[in-house]
């Protein structure tokens, strides 16, 4: 989260601020706080299009201080730790990382998943966000339509995504103001732009999507059918999107068991996918992961072979191995069958 | 009459058009000579053709015609067989609503049925093409004739189910007479698909996904018709089993509740929660249409009303489960709410007046007075102990809870509006000056101000390293304990709402009709939600359900989900609800400018309770040891059992 604090001129949080102190404001308040060290090279490092100060500097006349009071500062009742020297520091597990990988199977014969990540990593630098966008669509069609459809709907969406999130962050346009539209309407429009180019260029296809946006530790999807993603930490394994398929919204209405879904004839009906109508409703979903917490996004040819404690086991067990972790499922899925294109990305947030 | 493009035993390729259909004036097994295309099914086309059987009168009939694509030679005798056992069945019906069969017969891999011929369209087509809505005594007429047909086959000898009711196999011919085609003969040549597809069937009831049709699923499925009648949103478009989504009165409010109860009944998702039998359906749409021309103007009997609704009415009844404890009147509105410290409450007054009364018998502790009407909330100074209070008068004042006497009151250049909080030994708050101050409690001297440059009518929110605060500008300000500027959130109107921080989020309405979520390490805005009119009402976080749940000028309190920002209920009330909630226990209680202070089910959004005041109630409730204490505009603070 650091870097767009940076390039918004925002103040750090905890104890962090030292780093920072160069650009703020004197303190207008006698105290016998720690002095804070200006970081060499840091004010620099800024960049200088930037919103580096509050539009709106504080007045703060002389005789209204309460200039007799030497503990303001540590307001919060604290003694501030003594914030490091040296801030530019690799550390493991820092940074996003991610695996990702899409396989035919072992019945078809051409591959209609596609998958996309794109990851700026940026706890080195303040030159580029830390800032992951992930997309697996699985297309549904005859002929070719299929794999163009998944294949357009990714491409759309993280054109769509960039432009509108990371770009602008780059810039320091991005910000607070119910004049852009949030995070999550961003990827909402995402989706919905590549609805509209799926169904004019490829009007017999249909393709599933689940995206995700990462920004730090926050999660931020867009979903649409019956690719999921699942939130996976040591302690659970969660759901975080919902199928918008028959047997779900059977399941939801206790009309069927989970269990009975698995045999159902008609499994594999959506009710919702891209690529089949003009409006289209998609599902937003957000969340703030923990620290070290893992985001999987897979098709349907993962999770119907795969057992979801499964796929919990193996994430962690190659947890510092995302990559490794994919192959794993890719090749359980296959063992048990590989009845369907087997696409996942795993993703480890920073501690 | 001769015919010499005769062909006897089967379609000659010749006679297909080149997109497999018979082509005009081809003749069909010796008899029936094609003038034309009128459907296209699933399986194959709908022909319309003339029956030379009767040279002299022109009579035309409808040939259906199947293609059996079985590649196993007695998979495909199988089937003929299948169809040749329907075909009998569908001959031996007769109701006026049923087209009557003629003849079948099958020609190499294709079936054909030859029945009356319908001049007329099917109601898909109808709708598709209306700009208005259909007359409701029309549609009414309708459904009961199509209860009437249902009542027919469910009652053959053995049990008919049609299985497949919806507006493209309802026709309605020239004179308004309406007819149930297509008895899904065609399903017996179907194979089973195994491909991912998109879109179900949209009409058919839960249990007939489960391979479980019985003649509830038609009720269902009527339902599911009528209420696309009504609505004229298509089910296939939207999710399974979503009917109560989409209200049909809110598509058109012509339709008469009753009637609307009837179509939601016929649409539970349970097959016991609707009608029993077709008969029963057509009886409750025959008392709706009595009582739509007038002649019976008693309300529909309870028995034909769906239960969701009879559920509705009982949690009305239930109203008075509340117990008032006691009531203090004060001289003036009471607008703000209420604190707490040791037994005693406090709350502030458009008399002017801070009011410290005891919380169990509701008697005076003792009153201070300030120079304006006070309209914020205190907050308490436990070290002290004070109550601090912000006044109209342009002061906050602290005041010594023992004695009821001035601790210290700091100045501003403005009313102030916006409640106090107190922690880390400060006092933060706003005014109307456009400042954020923060002071210190041991002194009431100001440690710093900001100029946010807009009047605060919110209450800061302080958390470990911060403080947030939103201004009439409708920026939300965060700043460090230092008063550092952090980041800043433009909204497009006013905030007047106390943000609530929950998981590391802040959400708050404004007078832009939207709740926003917005992330308090950069001031982002993560997922906004619109309402119907203007937000000023503090929102609460329900963790236990992931809602948050606010007021609106509207008149609804809404509960919306924290991780999809969509509605998960709302709850209307009959004014505007600018009051913040309070939650407890699974309960949301909150006050409205109805008059009434609200309990409701945190989880579904019913009304577990309600207590009338005599005013508009603005306040936010505070609850402790099961009482909650708030005041109203008529005056008094209430001490209410929760
Ligand atoms: N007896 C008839 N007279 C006139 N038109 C008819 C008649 N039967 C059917 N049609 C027309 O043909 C269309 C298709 O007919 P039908 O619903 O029987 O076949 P289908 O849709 O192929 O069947 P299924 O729904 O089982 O696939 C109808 O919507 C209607 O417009
Ligand atoms: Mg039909």
Not at chain 2, 65 to 88: I, P, V
Not at chain 2, 305 to 313: D, G, L, N, R
């Amino acid at each position: 989260m650091d870097w767009f604090r940076r390039f918004l001129g925002l103040q750090p949080t905890d104890n962090e601020e030292a780093t920072e102190s160069a650009v703020q404001p004197a303190k207008p308040i006698a105290t016998d706080a720690p002095t804070q060290p200006n970081p060499i090279g840091k004010k620099e490092n800024l960049a200088p299009s930037m919103e580096t100060l509050p539009k709106r500097p504080r007045d703060l006349p002389p005789s209204e201080l309460d200039t007799d009071e030497a503990d303001m500062i540590a307001a919060d009742g604290r003694t501030r730790k003594l914030p490091p020297l040296e801030t530019v520091q690799p550390e493991v597990g820092h940074q996003l990382v991610y695996g990702q990988l899409s396989d035919v199977g072992q019945m078809r014969d051409n591959n209609q998943d596609a998958v996309l990540s794109f990851v700026s990593s940026a706890s080195l630098s303040q030159a580029a966000p830390n800032f992951g966008l992930f997309v697996v669509a699985d297309g549904m069609g005859g002929h070719e339509n299929g794999e163009r459809a998944s294949a357009i709907a990714t491409r759309v969406i993280a054109k769509h995504v960039i432009d509108e999130i990371f770009i602008p962050s780059l810039s320091g346009e991005i910000g607070s103001s119910a004049d852009r539209p949030t995070i999550t309407e961003v990827l909402r429009e995402a989706v919905q732009q590549a609805n509209h180019v799926v169904s004019e260029q490829v009007p017999d296809g249909g393709t599933t999507v689940t995206t995700a946006a990462i920004i730090g530790h926050a999660a931020y999807l867009a979903h649409v059918g019956d690719s999921r993603a699942y939130l996976i930490t040591d302690e659970f394994i969660e759901q975080i999107t919902r199928d918008h398929s028959l047997v779900q919204r059977l399941i939801e209405l206790d009309q069927l068991t989970p269990e009975d879904a698995v045999e159902h004839p008609q499994r594999n009906v959506l009710y919702r996918a891209l690529g089949q109508n003009d409006h289209l409703d998609v599902d937003p979903v957000f969340r703030q992961l923990p620290p070290g917490a893992f985001l999987l996004i897979c098709s349907d040819g993962l999770w119907n072979l795969v057992k979801r404690e499964e796929i919990q086991q193996i994430v962690l067990e190659e947890r510092d191995t995302p990559q490794q972790a994919c192959q794993r499922l890719v090749e359980m899925a296959n063992d048990r069958g590989g009845t369907d294109n087997i696409t996942v990305i795993i993703v480890r947030v920073p501690n | 009459m001769v015919d010499t493009r005769q062909f006897a035993i089967e379609p000659n390729k010749d006679l297909l058009g080149v997109d497999g259909t018979l082509q005009q004036n081809s003749v069909l097994n010796n008899r029936y000579r094609i003038s034309g295309v009128v459907g296209v099914g699933g399986m194959g086309s709908v022909y319309q053709a003339r029956d030379l059987q009767f040279p002299d009168v022109e009579r035309y009939v409808a040939v259906k015609e199947m293609l059996n694509l079985s590649q196993n030679r007695d998979m495909r005798e199988q089937m003929k067989g299948n169809f040749e056992r329907e075909a009998n069945i569908l001959a031996s019906l007769s109701h006026p609503a049923i087209p009557a069969i003629y003849d079948y017969f099958t020609i190499k891999d294709r079936a054909y049925l030859v029945m009356e011929y319908i001049n007329g369209k099917n109601l898909e087509v109808i709708l598709s093409q209306l700009d208005e809505t259909l007359p409701i005594d029309m549609v009414l007429g309708w459904a009961i004739e199509l209860c009437d047909v249902l009542d027919y086959l469910h009652n053959r000898p053995t049990p008919i189910i049609f299985r497949d009711m919806k507006p493209s196999n309802i026709m309605i011919d020239v004179n308004g007479r309406l007819r149930l085609i297509d008895f899904g003969i065609a399903r017996v040549f179907q194979q089973n698909k195994k491909m991912t597809m998109i879109g179900t069937e949209g009409y058919s009831a839960p249990e007939q996904y489960k391979g479980s049709p019985m003649p509830q699923s038609d009720i269902y499925a009527l339902g599911a018709t009528l209420h696309q009648v009504f609505t004229n949103e298509d089910p296939r478009l939207h999710a399974p089993f979503t009917f109560a989504d989409r209200p049909i009165r809110e598509y058109n409010p012509n339709v008469p509740p009753m009637l609307e109860a009837v179509i939601m009944k016929a649409l539970a998702y349970d097959p016991l929660q609707r009608y029993a039998t077709a008969r029963e359906m057509k009886e409750a749409l025959e008392t709706v249409r009595r009582a739509m021309q007038g002649s019976v103007t008693a309300a529909i009997s309870l028995g034909e009303v769906p239960s969701e609704a009879v559920e509705e009415w009982g949690s009305e009844q239930t109203s008075s489960k509340s117990q008032l404890r006691w009531k203090f009147k004060v001289e003036d509105e009471i607008r703000s709410g209420a604190a707490h410290h040791e037994g005693t409450l406090f709350v502030g007054a458009r008399d002017h007046n801070l009011w410290a009364i005891y919380a169990d018998s509701g008697e005076l502790r003792w009153k201070f007075a300030t120079e304006a009407p006070i309209v914020t909330n205190p907050d308490i100074y436990r070290e002290g102990p004070t109550v601090l209070i912000g006044s109209d008068d342009h002061h906050l004042y602290s005041v010594d809870i023992p004695t009821g006497r001035l601790h210290w009151k700091l100045q501003t250049k403005g009313p102030v509006r916006s409640s106090p909080s107190v922690i880390h030994g400060h006092v933060f708050f706003g005014s109307d000056d456009g400042y954020l101050y923060a002071a210190r409690m041991s002194t009431g001297r100001a440690a710093w101000r900001y100029a946010v440059e807009a009047p605060i009518r919110s209450q800061p929110v302080v958390l470990e390293d911060m403080v947030i605060v939103a201004a009439e500008s409708g920026d939300v300000v965060a700043l460090d304990l230092s008063g550092q500027f952090k980041w800043r959130f433009s909204a497009k109107r006013t905030v007047i709402s106390t943000p609530a921080i929950h998981d590391g989020i802040a959400y708050f309405g404004s007078y832009d009709y939207h709740l926003y979520a917005v992330d308090i390490k950069n001031g982002w805005s993560i997922w906004r939600f619109r309402a119907g009119k203007p937000i000023i009402s503090s929102p609460v976080v329900v963790p236990e359900e992931e809602i948050v749940v606010f007021g609106c000028a509207d008149g609804y309190i809404y509960a919306v989900d924290l991780f999809n920002n969509r509605e998960r209920w709302k709850f209307q009330t009959d004014n505007q609800v600018v009051a913040s909630p309070a939650y407890e226990n699974g309960n949301i209680y909150i006050g409205s400018v109805d008059q009434n202070i609200y309990c409701i089910d945190a989880q579904k959004g019913r009304e577990l309770w309600r207590f009338q005041t005599e005013g508009p109630v603005t306040a936010k409730p505070f609850i402790l040891d099961g009482v909650m204490y708030i005041g109203s505009l008529d005056h008094n603070l209430y001490a209410i059992k929760a």
